[in-house]
């Protein structure tokens, strides 16, 4: 059981160039979330997944796009990198979002990407 | 919307006793998670809140109070290998967690 894997760990880009992270849970978790960290701004999600074949915007979608066609992978992708999107990327799933769980969010290792 | 206050940083002695607060802003939620995050690493769960009070799992307990719309995570018997980030984030059932900006703890020696 590898929980939450996360390709690939490190990643760096030039100005304009796209690239695709790819995220694999194998708990069977419905819900799927990408969050970007950095320094002093805690975790912010930029998109997530309800489910296969569903996708919603986070807090901070601008410049990101997402695809969940298969239940255990949430792929993000960058079309047109920025150094803006230097980061550290954190994947995570749960089982729900539900009223009476504690929604537990299981991340993974994370994806260090640097723009240059 | 909904948004959460931490402080940015506390520091405490190897063996002693910290308290790490979360107020919140919310027009309504299901409880309060708090999560560690050690340097380099991924963030991991660690203690829920449903109803108001006091919840203990070891050396680690956290509290709500609705009433004040705080939390505190309290760290006893502190070690070392706790110096760590700890966010607070408010689950509010259909939507995603939202996350506190995190208190960095450094335990000293």
Redesign the interface.
């Known amino acids: 059981n590898a929980g939450v894997t996360q390709t690939p760990k490190f990643r760096v880009l030039k100005t304009g160039q796209s690239m695709t992270l790819l995220c694999a849970q194998d708990m069977n978790h419905e ?1 799927m ?1 990408w969050y970007r960290q950095d320094p ?4 912010r ?1 930029i998109h ?1 997944s309800v489910g296969e074949g569903t996708t919603a915007k ?1 807090e901070v979608p601008d410049g990101y796009n997402v695809s969940r066609l298969k239940k255990q992978n949430f792929l993000l992708g960058l079309e047109s990198a920025a150094p803006s999107q230097t980061s550290v990327y ?1 994947c ?1 799933s749960s089982s729900t ?4 769980s ?9 994806t260090r990407l640097t723009v240059l | 919307g909904q948004s959460l206050e931490q402080p ?1 940083e506390v520091t405490a002695v190897e063996g002693a006793i910290v308290q790490i607060n979360c107020t919140y802003q919310t027009s309504g939620f ?2 309060l ?1 708090w ?1 560690q995050q050690h340097d380099g ?5 660690l203690s ?1 809140n ?1 109803l108001d009070g006091l919840e203990e799992t070891g050396r680690f307990s956290s509290f709500l109070s609705r009433s004040d719309s705080y939390g505190y995570l309290l760290l006893q018997e502190l070690q070392m290998k706790d110096s760590a980030s700890y ?1 607070c984030a408010l ?7 939202v ?4 208190t960095r703890l450094s335990v000293i020696a």
């Open positions: 819900y979330y002093g701004m805690g975790l999600l997530y986070g954190f995570a979002t539900g009223k009476s504690y929604n537990e969010q299981f991340f993974g290792p994370g | 940015s299901y409880g998670s999560y690493g991924a963030p991991t769960f829920y449903a966010f689950n509010s059932g259909n939507t995603p967690l996350f506190g900006k995190g």
